[in-house]
């Protein structure tokens, strides 16, 4: 079965420090795409960045870069140089045959 | 990639009550899906709606509680019925990512509706 876990329920990071969420997925399909996605407390899914299974390279987008190591099935998400306005709420998800499968999130607070 | 927008972006109803959501999106999709995620939760997909078919729910959800329609290729609208605190949730609408560089993995998302049920 397909399965996506995310094991950091919370976390607080000092404001301009890099921080690294984690999300390990499960699936026996060979294509397949990572997403990962903020919402904010205004409850809008906001897309940040994307790996595709067969995408040689990690990806990145600005601030945002991902980790992937697909032989141990992960897809961490790293933010460099975090700020206040990253506070929310980060939702990794696997998309397969239109389906995407969601993580539990991971709610980040970024201290001044 | 699709603009969507849903409406209302809240509401507070009382129990019993129903409320009908709608999604309204810019270009022509195949597929619509309908979210719920509960305070503090993740996404839980109530249905996927094809236009010109019955809407598909996933296990733990029903039609009388959730009656969806698609009339056409870029709209359509949630129903939740005879209401309980418990349903008071973000419901989201996406569409299908299909004509974007990710096809089929991905889906654009509307801003979603905050239900408060009293």
């Known amino acids: 079965a397909q399965k996506i876990t995310q094991t950091q329920p919370g976390m607080f990071v000092q404001e301009k420090e890099a921080v690294t969420l984690d999300c390990t997925y499960d699936?026996?399909?060979?294509?397949?795409?990572l997403f990962w996605y903020k919402q904010p407390s205004s409850g809008e899914m906001i897309f940040l960045i994307y790996?595709?299974?067969?995408d040689q390279q990690n990806a990145t987008e600005g601030r945002y870069s991902l980790n992937f190591q697909k032989a141990r099935k992960s897809a961490n998400l790293v933010i460099s140089a975090s700020q206040l306005g990253d506070s929310a709420m980060y939702f990794c998800?696997?998309?397969?045959?239109?389906?995407?499968?969601w993580g539990a999130g991971t709610k980040l607070i970024i201290k001044p | 990639s699709a603009v969507i927008s849903q409406k209302p972006s809240r509401d507070i109803c009382q129990r019993g009550t129903s409320l009908t959501i709608q999604c309204q999106v810019d270009s022509q999709v195949t597929m619509m899906f309908w979210y719920r995620q509960q305070p503090g939760q993740s996404l839980t997909l109530i249905a996927t709606a094809n236009q010109g078919s019955e809407a598909t729910y996933e296990s733990g959800f029903v039609i009388d509680k959730f009656p969806i329609s698609r009339p056409n290729l870029t709209f359509s609208t949630l129903t939740v019925s005879n209401m309980s605190p418990e349903d008071s949730s973000i419901y989201l609408c996406s569409v299908d990512g299909q004509g974007g560089p990710r096809g089929s993995y991905e889906q654009y998302f509307g801003p979603g509706t905050r239900l408060t049920v009293t």
């Open positions: 790996q595709g299974s067969y």
């Open positions: 998800a696997m998309g397969s045959n239109y389906q995407l499968i």
């Open positions: 699936t026996s399909d060979p294509s397949y795409g």
